[in-house]
């Protein structure tokens, strides 16, 4: 009996990434920002990838390239300068992969290392940070190192201890303790890579419909 290759066999393909994050990147960050504080600057549109790493405003840019003899303009596009890297955060205690631009590089190692960088408090910082630094700024926020430094800058001003977040303690350590399982697989702001399956990636939405505030 004749047997068929194995080329001519129909197999479906198997992934594991939900029907709710392939969709579209809206999808993907509605479920990735669920249960931490809103982004005051919103995703951006125009270039998504940036969405999900450290790239500091940057864009595509277009342009013309100019022949020097007749002078016959060509459209032509220039990329940021975008690199894959590890990098060290000292209230995590751990290494970070994300896609950073080479100016966010520089301005990390001006600042002193990642977690000065993602903790400034400058508008014009938090607007460089994109969906993707807000969402790490917000797991270093979280870190009793970083806690104790806020409450004693607090205390050091005299002000008031305003309640802080509208979440429960259960439902911070469990955002925590998801964020840390996608630290560990290596894909935590990285582009394309496929999201945890199971219960973790069904949709959870507090009791009475509130967000954490920073």
């Known amino acids: 009996m004749a ?14 990434t939900p029907p709710t994050l392939a969709k579209s990147t809206s999808s993907r960050l509605t479920h990735l920002h669920r249960n931490i504080p809103p982004y005051p600057y919103g995703p951006s549109h125009t270039y998504k990838q940036s969405n999900f790493g450290l790239y500091g405003n940057t864009h595509i840019q277009f342009g013309n390239k100019v022949s ?4 016959i303009k060509t459209r032509r ?18 290494t970070v992969r994300t896609r950073v631009s080479a100016r966010v590089l520089r301005t ?14 400058k508008p014009a910082r938090i607007k ?10 917000w797991r270093v926020m979280q870190t009793e190192t970083v806690r104790r ?3 004693e800058e607090r205390t050091r001003l005299g002000l008031l201890d305003g309640g802080g977040s509208t979440a429960s303690d259960e439902e911070i350590q469990a955002e925590i303790r998801e964020y840390d399982r996608q630290l ?13 399956t ?10 009475d419909g509130t967000r954490p505030t920073l």
């Open 3 to 16: 047997t068929r290759h194995s080329s001519l066999i129909f197999s479906r393909p198997f992934h594991t």
């Open 77 to 94: 596009k220039w990329k940021p300068n975008i690199r894959n890297k590890h990098l060290y955060s000292a209230a995590l205690g751990r």
């Open 108 to 121: 990390i190692e001006k600042e002193g290392g990642l977690d000065e960088y993602l903790l400034g408090e």
């Open 184 to 196: 560990d697989r290596g894909d935590e702001v990285a582009v394309g890579e496929e999201a945890e």
């Open 149 to 151: 430094r806020f409450e």
């Open 198 to 207: 199971g219960a973790s990636l069904m949709e959870e939405k507090h009791p």
């Open 68 to 71: 020097s003899r007749n002078e």
């Open 128 to 137: 460089e940070l994109g969906m993707g630094g807000w969402r790490l700024r």
